[in-house]
């Protein structure tokens, strides 16, 4: 993970603050590796419905990537 991810939230509040409570379910059940169908199956929605949650997620950490994000949680204890 690039060290400027890292960095920009080192002197900020946690970035997960950002996150609704949907989204802190889906980040949960990414850094368990689970895929977007698997995770659409267990949240009874669709997995556009989790593509959308995902697309957000990054957005809002401001990663690139699923792997990128799991870090993140896994470095701040969001999981």
Not at 17 to 24: G, K
Not at 68 to 73: E, G, P
Request: glycine residues 6%; hydrophobic residues 40%.
């Amino acid at each position: 993970m690039p060290s400027t991810i890292s960095s920009q939230y080192s002197t900020h509040q946690s970035p997960f603050l950002l996150l609704s409570e949907r989204e802190q379910e889906v980040l949960s059940l990414m850094v368990e590796g689970h895929n977007n169908s698997e995770i659409a199956r267990q949240l009874y929605v669709s997995p556009n419905t989790i593509k959308t949650h995902v697309r957000g997620i990054l957005n809002k950490l401001g990663v690139k990537n699923r792997i990128q994000a799991a870090i993140l949680a896994v470095r701040y204890g969001l999981v």
